[in-house]
C-alpha cells in the first residue's frame, strides 16, 4: 500500500465549551482555518489533541466532525491509542470508514514494554489495518520508542506501516531517515522546532499544533527549491519570525495545551474564555501576556 504524504498536517486541538463538552463551531472554525490557510493535510487525536482526557465517544466524535467538515477537500490522519491489539484495529477501522488516510498507532500503556514487545504489537494491528499505518515514536513525551533498526525490521516484515512520526531533534530525524534507507516516510513534530534542518534532513513534512502553522505551510513551498538561495532566505525569515514562540510554547506538552491553544484560539478570532479539561496546567497572567504577544505579532488566521 502506497503512501507518501507530504507538507504540513497540523493536529487539532480540543476546544471544550463553559460545560466541559467538545465546542463544535470552534472545531469547525479550526478545521476551515487549516484548509483555508493551505494545510497539505490534518490530523486528530493526538497529544495535542489531549487524547488521553477524551472518552472513546468523543474520539469518535471529533474524527466525525473532521471528516465532515474536510468533506473530501484535504486528507487526515487519525492517531490511534488502546492498550490492546484488538482496541487499535477496531479503532483504525472506523477511521477507515470515516474517510481517513492514515492511522497513527500510539504505544500501548502496559506493562512490560520492551521494544521487540512494541514491535510485535504494531505488527498485528498494521497486519489487519484497513488504513496505512504510521508509529508515533516519541519516547520523550511517551516513555517508550523503536530505535532505527527496529523500525528498518517493522517496515520491512508490515509493509503496511509506511510512516513515522517523531517527535526529536532532527539530528535524530537525520539519523533515522539514513538508518532506514529512505524506506518510510518520516514527518517530525515538537510544534515545528529545527523546521529548516528538518526539512534538509529530509523530512517528508511536519506534523505541528496549528498555533504557527500558516508560516510552517509558506516555509515549506519556499523549501521545496531547496537550491534557491533567495527562497531559502525568505524561508530562514518566516522561521526566525514564529521561533520565539515555538520555543515558549513548546517547553512541555502542558504549556503547549496550555498556552498553545490560546495561541490557536485567539488567531482563529474565537470568542470567550478557552476552557480546560482537568488536569491542566493553569495559565499565569505573564503567561498568558506572553502567549497574546506571541498571537498578536504573527496576526489572525485570516
Known amino acids: 500500500m502506497t503512501f507518501r504524504p507530504r507538507g504540513i498536517w497540523p493536529m487539532l486541538y480540543a476546544f471544550f465549551d463553559v460545560n466541559g463538552a467538545l465546542d463544535r463551531p470552534a472545531m469547525r472554525r479550526q478545521v476551515e482555518a487549516c484548509v483555508r490557510e493551505g494545510a497539505h493535510g490534518l ?23 473532521l471528516a465532515e467538515d474536510l468533506d473530501g477537500r484535504r486528507p487526515f490522519a487519525v ?40 514491535m510485535r504489537f ?19 513525551y511517551l516513555g517508550v520508542g523503536l530505535t532505527p533498526a527496529t523500525i528498518k525490521t517493522l517496515h520491512r516484515n508490515h509493509p503496511n506501516v509506511a510512516l513515522i512520526k517523531g517527535e526529536a531533534p532532527a539530528i535524530t530525524i537525520r539519523r533515522l531517515i539514513e538508518e532506514t534507507d529512505g524506506a518510510i516516510t518520516v514527518f517530525n513534530g515538537r510544534g515545528g522546532l529545527e523546521l529548516l534542518d528538518n526539512l534538509r534532513a529530509g523530512c517528508a513534512g511536519m506534523i505541528p499544533a496549528p498555533d504557527f502553522f ?5 516555509i515549506f513551498a519556499l523549501m521545496q527549491s531547496i537550491d534557491d538561495a533567495e527562497n531559502e532566505s525568505v524561508a530562514e525569515d518566516l522561521y526566525r519570525e514564529m521561533l520565539p514562540g515555538i520555543v515558549f510554547v513548546m517547553q512541555a506538552l502542558d504549556t503547549l495545551v496550555c498556552y498553545g ?5 485567539w488567531r482563529l478570532g474565537l470568542q470567550g474564555e478557552v476552557h480546560d479539561r482537568a488536569p491542566a496546567l493553569t495559565p499565569t497572567r505573564f503567561g498568558l501576556d506572553a502567549a497574546r504577544r506571541f498571537a498578536s505579532a504573527l496576526g489572525p488566521l485570516a
Open 43 to 65: 490530523a486528530v487525536l493526538g497529544l495535542a489533541t489531549e487524547v488521553n482526557k477524551l472518552t472513546d465517544a468523543e474520539r469518535r466524535t471529533l474524527v466525525a466532525w
Open 79 to 118: 492517531t490511534v491509542a488502546g492498550n490492546t491489539s484488538d482496541e487499535q484495529i477496531a479503532f483504525a477501522r472506523f477511521a477507515a470508514d470515516a474517510g481517513a488516510a492514515c492511522a497513527i498507532l500510539q504505544p500501548p500503556r502496559i506493562e512490560p514494554l520492551d521494544e521487540q514487545t512494541l
Open 122 to 140: 504494531f505488527g498485528t494491528v498494521a497486519d489487519a489495518s484497513p488504513l496505512p499505518v504510521g508509529i508515533q515514536n516519541a519516547p520523550e
Open 214 to 218: 500558516d508560516r510552517q505551510v509558506r
Open 261 to 265: 491553544k490560546r495561541i490557536a484560539a
